[in-house]
């Protein structure tokens, strides 16, 4: 159990055009689901916590109107980054939490390459 | 907000060494403390988790310790094995909150 699928996996996309990731949690409801991004051999930093039915809480630093988050349904979780530029190039990882209290279970990721 | 610190940055040992990799954290309400391991372009997988009403856990190869009083807490892998070689990271979160990731662990476990 506890399965969290991304999609897509790989995308390349040219500079200002916008790419929409998906995450979803495939055997359970996930109330809150978490986006992090992820630069070649560092480590994982949160951009924002989505939760189901209310607005994203976005972290120190990020923009909220370039990352476009949507949590409208309980199972699934959209990041939206638009306008995008070369420096987004990174792997975003999605983590849905489970229902034991902090559990978070992750989803493959997504490498956006920005040309 | 919470801040945590992994030491070291990389570790190499050989095959049936053990290897410990420490963290330490700075906000006393965190009481969830997992371990994830990571290979090169894959999601991190969860190995071994501990929560704050607990000192030790452990499972096979994989052990856990958690010193609230300090707030560290570190992985202690014994036997290492070449498979063990990933980029190892620690967390805390409080109740409810998103995970704070250490900065991670390079193993590197020659034959």
């Known amino acids: 159990g506890a399965v969290v699928s991304q999609h897509p996996s790989r995308v390349i996309c040219k500079s200002g055009t916008s790419v929409k990731i998906e995450c979803r949690s495939l055997d359970f409801q996930a109330t809150t689901m978490f986006w992090y991004r992820q630069f070649p051999k560092q480590s994982l930093m949160l951009m924002a916590t989505?939760?189901?039915?209310?607005?994203?809480?976005?972290e120190q630093g990020v923009e909220k109107d370039k990352f476009l988050i949507n949590h409208a349904s309980l199972t699934l979780s959209t990041l939206t980054v638009t306008s995008a530029h070369p420096e987004d190039s990174s792997f975003y990882i999605c983590?849905?939490?489970?229902?034991?209290?902090?559990?978070?279970?992750f989803g493959p990721g997504t490498r956006l390459t920005v040309l | 907000g919470e801040n945590v610190e992994q030491h070291p940055s990389t570790l190499s040992v050989q095959e049936g060494d053990s290897a410990v990799i420490k963290c330490t954290y700075s906000?006393?309400?965190?009481?969830?403390f997992p371990w994830y391991k990571q290979e090169l372009g894959k999601r991190p997988q969860l190995i071994i988790d501990?929560?704050?009403?607990?000192g030790e856990k452990k499972d096979q190869r994989i052990a856990v310790t958690l010193n609230k009083t300090a707030k560290h807490f570190s992985l202690h892998i014994t036997e290492t094995q070449p498979e063990d070689s990933a980029v190892y990271f620690c967390?805390?979160?409080?109740?409810?909150?998103?995970?704070?990731f250490g900065k991670g662990t390079s193993l590197l476990v020659t034959p």
């Open positions: 983590s849905a939490r489970g229902l034991v209290a902090n559990e978070q279970f």
């Open positions: 906000d006393s309400a965190s009481n969830y």
């Open positions: 501990i929560r704050s009403n607990v």
């Open positions: 967390a805390a979160s409080p109740s409810g909150y998103a995970l704070n």
């Open positions: 989505s939760n189901e039915g209310s607005k994203a809480t976005y």
